[in-house]
């Protein structure tokens, strides 16, 4: 099913002339076939003899009335919208119409759990596809009461937004609709909702099982609270801490933003093949089903979940009841939820040290998009849909929350949030733009905010922070047993634009960040000795307050990561800071160092070899969750991607021997454990790792970690990618976990196996099985590309009749783009796309050039993968600088 496109012009246009008094939809839902059939009735006011649209990607349309007339079908009816002509002052909008049931995460999803064979439906609007489930003007600012009416079966639960009814007897609502009543169905009309945007309205319907609780709001009233999940997976819901993180969510953002939760109740439910983390529906959060742990978690994911509740409910202020004008804001959205819910994990939470976890995982993610070709300001120009549908990135969201970071920092903590309290009193139920928040924040601060709001939000790219620093010998007539031997005699800190070849050159921007001193204590520590402000808003600035100071033995620029910026140490620290990165006391400063040494990496400047073998000297000493998770991923990106191929199996063997040793002295069971149990089983590759792997598939325990079902996937997964294990074992598997979660393994399994054959088959379903659903399109994927590169660097052959799989690739790209919905084409564009190589590379810079009208979204995510794989051909040139490969590990 193809793509729809909306420009932002027509949007303006069309609510200059409209404004929507209210939505009534009737939909019957059996679960079963393709489609379901819609009545709608939409009232709106409108220019007299104006004509307009309506938004509708229908399966079929049976009628339309406009006021109390039929219109032509063949007249109005187009593959995305409907042409209604000659309006009055007063409308009245009749639609009867089928629309189609999805399995791309969008639109209404469909999905049957192979447990019960039970059918589970939710709703995925955002950004443009409310009209994939019932007619509506689909864009943020044409606000509107929406009523649901659901025929659906009786034993089945439906929510919305509104409360959830008494479902009753359907007999007058099939009699209105002109059908024969159904056995087994009840209907559930809901009340209208408040005046919301069509993207955060919601439909779950299906024999969810659900859990109950309450609180009261700041203003006095009762929240009633719901926790919702498919039958298979109740009993691993875990819903005291669920509730507990929510009621936390709910007391901190109501103190801190001065207004009581908007809407009438709190829903989340736990929905199966979500493409997301989850969805801010206005009273019925959708959230990613992988957030309910059948098997052991780490803590990095658990934490994760606490971020994703706390963002979603900050998302009930920041988007729900105060909304985007256009696209445009959407960082007014996303970027104020992500800043807020880490604020509350931090504050609320027993993640106390959430901004660690902000720094090493969300910060890398904004830093690597903001050097892509792609880079753009966080009040991104939004001309279309096809602008938006792919800035749901680091930028939108990362950068957007680290530089409101900053902004607090700025005008104040108390100002910012009497601001934001004024914002939601003056615009609530509204939509605003960039200039309406600043307004209120320059009110409560006495700020004149447009030059930071200029250099901030509207310009892209990122600046690169240094420090030097100048020493000399000290006053020797002073000298003591514990004087230093050198003083520090100036401190600089420059920045300068980080330039991207393409794109406008980032200015300078205003920075409030800290430079850390650090020395060794009586106990051999790193610890800080000073932490030196410094507002640095031009190309250089001294630090006075050094001067004088004994040198310490690492510098830090960006303590405590304050500010949003690409740093490096002065030579001497950062060399002292990598050979003791186990002394340093503090976390966050650990983490600090290796995202200094991995951006020096991705940029060429430092071989990958010289990380690995920093990194697995000291991962020992990484105890945070999140940042050794981090840790983790990226020491699979430097071995498996930014290494020479004809070195990565060796490397392979000497990481999985050192996690090896790790798992086998960190403390039993923990979750340092459990990390590096996971460790090896990625990364192992001789034979006598493979044969280990095959002895903890048989083992009930390893080292005080239960081989839980999800860790023998795992080891299943590497087996079949070294073509180590038989199908019979997938087959066997398969039937020992026959869940959705399984089937989806099982696929990953097979198609990670490094054979022609194997991978030729995954291939092909991938491309011509249209109708895959999303999960099972993802698993394959990610199995396919598992060993796909060879040691000589070539890709496993395909074969026939598919020429080699990069050809095939930049063949049928544009292809999928025309056939398959935006989810599923940025999935087959992005995880199909051939590892790097000269070659790889040759092959994109010529389709781009030859496809210079291809979509929007699509050269974008072409426009990515190119500089992807051109960073990781430069990495591997330095890494194969090093004069001893064998040193890349230890």
Request: glycine share 4%; hydrophobic share 40%.
């Given at each position: ?6 420009t ?7 609510s ?9 939809h009737?939909l019957?839902?059996?679960?079963r076939?393709d ?31 406009l ?9 109005v ?5 409907i ?18 049931y ?37 864009q ?62 919601a ?33 691993h ?12 969510g ?5 103190r ?12 989340q ?35 994760r ?18 909304t985007m004008?256009?696209w445009?804001?959407?960082?007014l ?28 995982i ?15 300001p ?20 990362a ?112 920075h409030?960040?800290a ?16 932490a ?28 405590a ?18 050979a ?12 600090l ?24 000297d ?17 020491l ?34 923990s ?17 006598a ?17 239960t ?6 996937w ?6 079949s990618n ?45 491309i011509?099985?249209?109708d ?24 496993i ?24 919905t ?6 087959m ?15 994109a ?8 009208a ?6 974008r ?30």
């Amino acid at each position: 099913m193809p793509q729809y496109n909306l420009t932002r012009d027509e949007a303006r246009s069309r609510s200059s002339h409209i404004d929507v008094t209210s939505y009534e939809h009737t939909l019957i839902l059996t679960g079963r076939g393709d489609s379901f059939r819609v009545r709608s009735r939409i009232r709106f006011t409108a220019d007299p003899d104006a004509t307009t649209f309506i938004d509708a990607i229908t399966a079929s349309v049976e009628r339309i009335v406009l006021n109390g007339l039929d219109l032509e079908l063949a007249e109005v009816v187009a593959p995305s919208r409907i042409t209604l002509p000659r309006l009055a002052a007063e409308n009245e909008l009749v639609i009867d119409a089928h629309f189609s049931y999805m399995n791309t995460g969008e639109g209404l999803h469909r999905f049957v759990d192979p447990i019960d064979d039970e059918v589970y439906l939710y709703s995925q609007f955002e950004v443009p596809d409310a009209r994939r489930v019932f007619p509506v003007f689909e864009q943020p600012d044409l606000k509107a009461p929406f009523s649901f009416t659901v025929v659906a079966p009786e034993h089945w639960t439906v929510v919305s937004n509104s409360p959830t009814p008494t479902p009753g007897d359907p007999a007058e609502t099939f009699a209105d609709l002109g059908e024969e009543a159904a056995e087994g169905m009840a209907v559930w009309q809901f009340a209208p909702t408040t005046p919301i945007s069509s993207y955060i309205t919601a439909i779950i319907a299906g024999p969810y099982r659900s859990v109950h609780s309450e609180l009261v709001s700041s203003d006095g009233q009762p929240v009633p609270l719901g926790l919702y999940c498919r039958e298979s997976l109740f009993e691993h819901l875990d819903s005291d801490t669920l509730f507990r993180i929510t009621r936390a969510g709910f007391e901190f953002f109501e103190r801190e933003f001065g207004v009581p939760y908007p809407f009438e109740k709190y829903d989340q439910l736990f929905v199966p093949e979500f493409n997301a983390g989850a969805m801010e529906n206005a009273g019925a959060v959708t959230i990613l089903e992988n957030y309910i742990f059948r098997s052991r978690p780490t803590e990095a994911l658990v934490e994760r979940r606490t971020v994703t509740v706390l963002h979603e409910l900050a998302h009930m202020w920041f988007g729900d009841l105060v909304t985007m004008k256009w696209w445009n804001d959407l960082w007014l959205n996303e970027s104020f939820a992500e800043f807020m819910s880490t604020l509350a994990t931090a504050e609320a939470t027993k993640y106390t040290e959430a901004w660690t976890t902000f720094a090493t995982i969300e910060k890398s993610w904004a830093y690597r998009q903001d050097q892509l070709p792609s880079t753009h300001p966080i009040v991104a120009p939004i001309e279309d849909l096809a602008d938006v549908e792919v800035n749901f990135d680091g930028i939108t969201y990362a950068k957007g929350a680290s530089v409101l970071k900053q902004l607090v920092a700025w005008v104040g903590r108390a100002e910012f949030f009497a601001g934001l309290a004024q914002y939601f009193e003056k615009h609530a139920w509204a939509n605003t733009e960039l200039s309406d928040l600043l307004r209120e924040l320059e009110a409560t601060s006495g700020r004149d905010l447009a030059t930071w709001s200029k250099l901030w939000l509207e310009e892209s790219g990122v600046n690169l922070i240094e420090a030097s620093v100048e020493t000399a010998p000290a006053d020797t007539a002073q000298e003591s047993d514990s004087s230093p031997a050198e003083v520090v005699t100036r401190l600089r800190v420059t920045q300068k634009p980080w330039i991207i070849e393409g794109q406008p050159v980032p200015s300078l921007r205003p920075h409030r960040l800290a430079i850390g001193f650090y020395s060794e204590n009586a106990e051999g520590r790193l610890v800080r000795t000073h932490a030196l402000p410094l507002d640095l808003d031009s190309a250089e600035a001294d630090v006075p307050e050094a001067v004088g100071l004994p040198k310490p033995d690492v510098i830090v620029v960006n303590d405590a990561d304050l500010t949003y910026a690409k740093v490096r140490f002065d030579p001497e620290s950062m060399r002292v800071a990598a050979a003791r990165l186990s002394d340093f006391d503090d976390s966050l400063t650990q983490l600090l160092v290796l995202s200094t040494l991995w951006d020096s990496v991705r940029d060429g400047e430092l071989p990958a070899g010289v990380y690995i073998e920093t990194l697995l000297d000291h991962l020992g000493a990484i105890t945070h969750s999140s940042g050794l998770l981090t840790q983790m991923r990226q020491l699979e990106t430097a071995v498996g991607a930014y290494l020479p191929p004809a070195e990565r199996a060796e490397a392979h063997t000497r990481v999985a021997d050192r996690l090896g040793e790790l798992f086998a002295s960190a403390p039993a069971g923990s979750d340092q454990a459990f990390q590096f149990l996971r460790g090896v089983i990625r990364h192992a590759e001789s034979p006598a790792q493979i044969d280990q792997l095959r002895q903890w598939l048989d083992a009930a325990e390893v080292g005080g970690i239960t081989i839980d079902t999800d860790l023998k996937w795992e080891l299943l997964i590497a087996l079949s990618n070294h073509d180590a294990i038989a199908e019979s074992a997938i087959a066997d598997m398969s039937a020992e976990d026959p869940s959705a979660t399984g089937q989806r393994q099982a696929a990953t399994a097979r198609a990670a196996r490094a054979t022609s054959a194997a991978k030729s088959q995954a291939f092909t379903r991938m491309i011509d099985e249209v109708d895959l659903p999303n999960s099972e399109l993802g698993a394959l994927a990610t199995g396919f590309a598992m060993g796909l590169q060879t040691d000589t660097g070539e890709l496993i052959a395909a074969e026939p009749p598919l020429l080699d799989f990069a050809t095939e690739y930049f063949q049928r790209v544009s292809g999928w783009w025309e056939t398959r919905t935006l989810e599923m084409a940025q999935t087959m564009t992005l995880k199909l796309f051939p590892p790097a190589t000269a070659h790889t590379v040759a092959q994109a810079a010529t389709w781009l050039t030859d496809h210079p009208a291809a979509p929007k979204g699509l050269l974008r995510l072409m426009r990515e993968n190119l500089a992807d794989a051109q960073r990781a051909l430069t990495a591997q040139e330095t890494s194969s600088m090093v004069e001893d490969p064998s040193k890349i590990a230890r």
